[in-house]
C-alpha cells in the first residue's frame, strides 16, 4: 500500500512519524475515516466539516486546504486501486519535546492517511444483524471531539467479543450514548426514530446527519432524545450507523432478542436509501 505521511506519499512500512509526536504520547490528535464506494469519497465535505470542528475545539491548526486533503485522498485511491473501503485521516498536534503544556503555535502538526480495502455494500452482517452488550461509557466528557484517545471503546469492543457479542452500546446514567465506533438508534413502539440528541456525550456522526434527513425524507417521525437500555430491549427495531458500517441492524442487545431479533423493516430500508444515496453523491 501507499500511504502519505506529512507532504510524501511512499510505501507503508517506509511511513515514518516522530517517537516526540504529541498524537503518540498524548493522544493529542483528530481524525476522521472517509468511505469510498466505487472508488469515490462519501460525504467528503461533511467529514472535513466535522475535521475543521474537532481542530478548532483542540486550537490545532490545520495542515492544509480542503482542496489539498481531498487531491491527497483522491491520489491514495488511486494508487491502490480502492474500489470499496475506507480512507483514513490523522492530524496530530506534531512532535515537540515531552510536555502536558500545548507545544509553541508554530509546531508543526502530523499528516498521517492510508487506506483500508473493505466490503462496505455486501456484509453478511447486514442480513442478519450483529449482537451487542452494554458496558458503562468511562469515555471522558468530550466525546463530540473526534479524537484518537480510543481506549476505552477499543477495551469495550474486546469486552463484547470476549462476550459472544459484535460491538458495545455504552451507558450513561441509564441512557445509550453510541457505540464504540457509531451512533445509536431504537424504533419505538409508535413507529417512531429516537437517537440521542448531539452534545458533548456523543460524536456527531456524519452519517447520523445523513439518516436523520433520509428518513426524514421518507416520512419516518423521528425523536431526537436519550433512550434507556429497557426502551432499546423493548423496541420495535434497533440499529447503528457509522461511516463504515452504513446502517447496521442491531438484532440483540445484552443476549436478548430485538422483537423477533431479525433486522427490522426501517432498518432495512434506511440502509438501502443510504447507500443509493451514497454511490449517487460520492466524489
Ligand atoms: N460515534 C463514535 C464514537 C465513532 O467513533 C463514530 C465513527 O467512527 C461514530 C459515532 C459515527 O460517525 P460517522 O458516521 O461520522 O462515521
Not at 493529542?28 to 475545539?57: C, I, N, Q, T
Not at 437517537?195 to 456522526?205: E, K, V
Request: proline content about 5%; charged content about 25%.
Amino acid at each position: 500500500r501507499t500511504v502519505y505521511v506529512n507532504g510524501v506519499f511512499c510505501p507503508e512500512d517506509e511511513g515514518k512519524v516522530s517517537i516526540f509526536d504529541r498524537g503518540f504520547l498524548f493522544a493529542d490528535a483528530v481524525y476522521e475515516v472517509v468511505s469510498v464506494l466505487d472508488g469515490k469519497l462519501v460525504d467528503f465535505a461533511g467529514h472535513m466539516a466535522r475535521l475543521a470542528r474537532s481542530l478548532g475545539e483542540l486550537a490545532m491548526a490545520a495542515p492544509t486546504s480542503d482542496d489539498e486533503l481531498l487531491a491527497i485522498h483522491r491520489r491514495l485511491i488511486a494508487e491502490n486501486a480502492l474500489e470499496e473501503g475506507a480512507v483514513y485521516l490523522q492530524v496530530t498536534r506534531g512532535p515537540a519535546d515531552r510536555d502536558f503544556l500545548f507545544p509553541p503555535q508554530d509546531t508543526k502538526p502530523s499528516l498521517v492517511l492510508f487506506t483500508q480495502a473493505a466490503a462496505l455494500r455486501d456484509k453478511p452482517a447486514a442480513r442478519t444483524g450483529i449482537r451487542v452488550v452494554t458496558l458503562p461509557d468511562l469515555r471522558w466528557q468530550r466525546r463530540d471531539i473526534k479524537t484518537v484517545q480510543l481506549l476505552y471503546p477499543s477495551m469495550a469492543k474486546t469486552e463484547a467479543k470476549r462476550r459472544g457479542a459484535d460491538d458495545a452500546w455504552m451507558v450513561e446514567d441509564g441512557c445509550v450514548t453510541e457505540g464504540s465506533s457509531n451512533n445509536a438508534y431504537i424504533v419505538d413502539a409508535g413507529g417512531k426514530l429516537v437517537t440521542r440528541p448531539l452534545s458533548h456525550a456523543i460524536l456527531p456522526g456524519i452519517t447520523r446527519i445523513a439518516v436523520l434527513r433520509l428518513a426524514a425524507e421518507s416520512g419516518i417521525a423521528i425523536k431526537e432524545r436519550p433512550f434507556t437500555v429497557d426502551e432499546a430491549l423493548a423496541a420495535k427495531e434497533a440499529f447503528i450507523s457509522s461511516a463504515s458500517s452504513f446502517v447496521m441492524p442491531v438484532v440483540e442487545i445484552d443476549g436478548q432478542p430485538i422483537a423477533d431479533g431479525r433486522p427490522g423493516e426501517i432498518t432495512r430500508r434506511l440502509r438501502a436509501i443510504y447507500i443509493e444515496e451514497a454511490l449517487k453523491t460520492a466524489i
